[in-house]
Each structure stands twice: as C-alpha cells, then as structure tokens.
C-alpha cells in the first residue's frame, strides 16, 4: 500500500468520457490528482485518446 505523508509524493490520475451537447461528439478529460491534498495538479481535454497523461504532471 502507497501512503502519502505529504503533498507531490503520490499522483494519481483519471480519464473521463465528456459528452458534448453535439451528436457522436465526446472528449476525454485527462486529469491528475494529488493523493495527499486530493487536489487537481493537472488537466487536459482532448477529442480523443491521447498519450497525454505524462505531459500533464510538467504543467
């Protein structure tokens, strides 16, 4: 088990299907989280899967 004993030592990240007002049209929000402080550290939004998720942490 990770534990974090404070923030930047544990990130976790997610990727969640958007569904847009526009038929057949859903983006992908990429977004990275802190485990200690639950707080967002990074996000993208992009129309498709994208190799992204290692970007995120440098923004």
Do not use: H, N
């Amino acid at each position: 088990m990770l534990k974090a004993t404070g923030p930047g030592q544990i990130w976790s990240w997610d990727i969640s299907d958007v569904y847009s007002p526009w038929k057949s049209v859903v983006f992908k929000v990429y977004s990275v989280m802190d485990i200690f402080s639950r707080q967002i550290v990074g996000w993208r939004v992009e129309r498709k899967l994208s190799s992204c998720v290692e970007s995120l942490g440098a923004q």
